[in-house]
């Protein structure tokens, strides 16, 4: 990453989290399109954004690192492995690339470029699915990236597919991502009111797992010492 300019990292990051939100809102308008069955349209919705996700980590990995989301940008940063000074870039352009991302989705369905979403998605349920959800994807990139580089995108991709099924909220587990589904009233929308508790939820689950895994993902030194006292 550190190869690649700061305007190349944020074209990637933008194009990357905007490809990702129409691979979402798409697949979720297709998939309604073609079925009456709410568990096989998610199941669509499932396939096609856990395979986006390990293309595009994949094949922009190396640009900027491919977080396309802030909380996951948060954490870089505050571990130091993102310059702070471009933390507010990175979430810029990861905002604009989503809700570029829900136009671009609109207009190969023949809808409203932006339309308010009516769908409710919210409650202490709800909230508890996404800090859990956020958190696991945290965690996985964190496991990942010190024990498995190169298996990250696979990881986050089966991570995200799964996490759609066990999560009560389909396990969104990104703020811009979220923002940028509060902008279609299709199958993957969520209300603008709803968006706080989401964004509270994603941020504080992400922060909990870099906590919890900065420390457990260090070798211990105890029973080393242990050992040697013994000796």
């Known amino acids: 990453m550190a190869s690649y300019d700061l305007p190349?990292?944020?074209?990637?990051?933008?194009?990357?989290?905007?490809?990702?939100?129409?691979?979402?809102?798409?697949s979720g308008i297709m998939a309604t399109s073609l079925t009456a069955d709410t568990g096989l349209a998610l199941l669509g919705n499932t396939l096609a954004t856990g395979a986006m996700l390990v293309v595009l980590i994949t094949v922009l990995g190396p640009v900027s690192g491919a977080h396309f989301n802030p909380a996951v940008s948060l954490v870089f940063a505050m571990s130091r492995s993102l310059p702070k000074r471009d933390f507010g870039g990175y979430?810029?352009?990861?905002?604009?690339?989503?809700?570029?991302?829900?136009?671009?989705?609109?207009?190969?369905?023949?809808?409203?470029?932006?339309?308010?979403?009516?769908?409710?998605?919210?409650?202490?349920?709800?909230?508890?699915?996404?800090?859990l959800a956020t958190f696991g994807?945290?965690?996985?990139?964190?496991a990942g990236i010190r024990f498995e580089q190169k298996a990250v995108p696979w990881l986050v991709g089966l991570?995200?597919?799964?996490?759609?099924?066990?999560?009560?909220?389909?396990?969104?587990?990104?703020?811009?991502?979220?923002?940028?589904?509060?902008?279609?009233?299709?199958?993957?929308?969520?209300?603008?009111?709803?968006?706080?508790?989401?964004?509270?939820a994603e941020i504080s689950g992400a922060v909990a797992a870099l906590l919890l895994f900065t420390w457990l993902l260090q070798p211990g030194t105890s029973s080393t010492l242990s050992s040697e006292a013994k000796l």
């Open 137 to 142: 994807l945290v965690a996985v990139i964190l």
């Open 159 to 200: 991570y995200i597919t799964a996490a759609y099924w066990f999560t009560a909220s389909t396990s969104f587990a990104n703020p811009a991502v979220a923002l940028a589904r509060s902008l279609t009233d299709t199958f993957s929308g969520i209300r603008p009111i709803d968006l706080f508790g989401f964004w509270l």
């Open 8 to 26: 190349r990292r944020l074209v990637a990051e933008a194009f990357g989290t905007a490809t990702l939100v129409a691979t979402v809102v798409g």
């Open 91 to 131: 979430v810029l352009a990861q905002t604009v690339g989503g809700v570029a991302g829900t136009i671009a989705a609109h207009l190969m369905f023949a809808l409203p470029l932006l339309e308010v979403s009516t769908k409710v998605r919210t409650g202490g349920a709800q909230w508890f699915s996404e800090g």
